[in-house]
């Protein structure tokens, strides 16, 4: 399978040379063709699988537990300004 | 030859959850910026989502109202994308196995019939933050409080064919979204927003290209927007052009929309599912239960309120665009049920009415049903006439007199003491002998002057009917 090494880069906004593609490109292929063999297997008549596990999923009571811890969870923030996130230019 | 409009509408509605849909952070509105975040909802590594029971019980309600089936079991999906105000790089959302599908809204029509639009599902995800880019240069700023409170998105079927059918769509959907109380649906604040598929086509043709509309924060925008675009898409096809499938942002200041290109070429979400979270399973006992409770619906009151009241089909639409209208309505039927039909003139033209003017809501109006009830009560028992009624309500909007008290101080009592209307006659028809000659020589046009004059003489309080009854009886001589 052939896959369009830079447009997934690009997806994942990861940046790479094209020697780096280069190599990449056959190693994804290798991975890909070797999860493709599953797709040899007869699956008429099973339900698709969700989730690995078993389980339904256990559901939260809707009450607040969490309180303000903004001056924490800001510590890792590269800039900050008036309790805001500061990120480069987005343009809409 | 003519153009078919085919419309079909994505809504995002938010959800009235105390907390958000994977954590327990507040949902707020208006609280400091990034004062109601966790580790969960900006995505730190190493956390997991826990789904909040309201917001799925609130959707199941929501696919209950539409007529829609409930899946027992559904699934959670990841849609991938990069935008500052999205911290994990995902969005967890239902992509293969919504939890709602298929339902339907029926419209008003203006035949007076009615006209059934399809809903292809409502999937439960979460909400992005918020970007800023007012007012700054290179950078823009970004608030995650509102990053994780769940949304339902409600997909229409293709079903609208023109922009007066989508905007009585979203009314509808609005004002059963408001009556199940599952979210305030505040337009203004981003509740509910709207994003329209717009495509022309010639009737019985296939489909056209489509376009996307987005950025429409009222109902009057949606409608402009859809008009725009509609003539747009026209004009393009008859110049000899095509139609080009992308996104565009209505701008409401100049009247018109825009490409949104550029970001289009981004647009490939590679959905997964979500890894973190089991598949979604509900009861059949629970969503009967969820069934159970459920309030009435505006078209249900509707039709209630015109057979129980004997409204007109247009004062109980009035009377039904909120639950607090209903209810205030019931209340004033239960204070004064002699007439619900006087009720509900009174209601909808004399208060409503007052209200607008004075800029009030309802629940803020010193006029409360209690106190309209007995205002009602001394025009049923004539105490006063309708036209001195409409001043003791002005009167009472603001003041918390009584009505009976405000009739006493301005003196409106009516006056249906014969005796007492008849001297007023007796004076005035001293005061034109010519007129009572006239009238007495056949001229019985002048009734209607002379009810002016006692009228007038007697300030407005004395009983009409009962004036010219006594006129009559003593203009004969």
Known sequence: MNIDVQKVAMLARIRLTDEEAAELGPQLSNIIGYVEQLASVDTDGVAATAHPHDAAMPLRADAVTNSNRRDALQQPAPKIESGLYVVPKVVE | MSWETVIGLEVHCQLNTKTKAFCGCST???????????????????????????????????????????????????????????????????????????????????DGGEKRLGVTRIHMEEDAGKSMHEGLDAVSHIDLNRS?????????????????????????????IRFLGVSDADMEKGQFRCDANISVR????PFGTRTEMKNMNSFRHIKQAIEFEVLRQIEIIEDGGKVIQETRLWDSVKNESRSMRGKEEAHDYRYFPEPDLPPLRVTQEEVDQLKAGMPELPAQLRHRFEAEYGLSAYDADVLTQTRELADWYEALVAAHPADPKRCANWMANELL????????????????????????????DNTISGKAAKDVLDAMMDSDDSADAIIEAKGLKQVSDTGAIDALIAEVMAANPAQVESYRAGKEKLMGFFVGQVMKASRGTANPGLVNQRLKALLKG
């Open chain 2, 28 to 110: 707020a509105f208006g609280a400091e910026p990034n004062t109601q975040t966790c580790p969960v909802c900006l995505g730190m590594p190493g956390q997991l989502p826990v789904l909040n029971k309201v917001a799925v019980e609130k959707t199941i309600l929501t696919g209950l109202a539409i007529n829609a089936k409930i899946n027992l079991e559904s699934k959670f999906d990841r849609k991938n994308y990069f935008y500052p105000d999205l911290p994990k790089g995902y969005q967890i959302s239902q992509f293969a196995v919504p939890i709602v599908e298929g339902g339907y809204i029926d419209i008003p029509t203006k």
């Open chain 2, 202 to 205: 010639r009737p019985g043709e």
């Open chain 2, 353 to 380: 009415g007052r209200l607008k003017e004075a800029n009030q809501e309802l629940h803020d109006s010193k006029v409360t049903p209690a106190r309209l009830a007995a205002l009602l009560d001394r025009l049923a």
């Open chain 2, 148 to 176: 994780g409170i769940p949304l339902m998105e409600i997909v229409s079927e293709p079903d609208m064919r023109s922009a007066d059918e989508a905007v009585a769509y979203l009314k509808q959907l609005h004002q059963i």
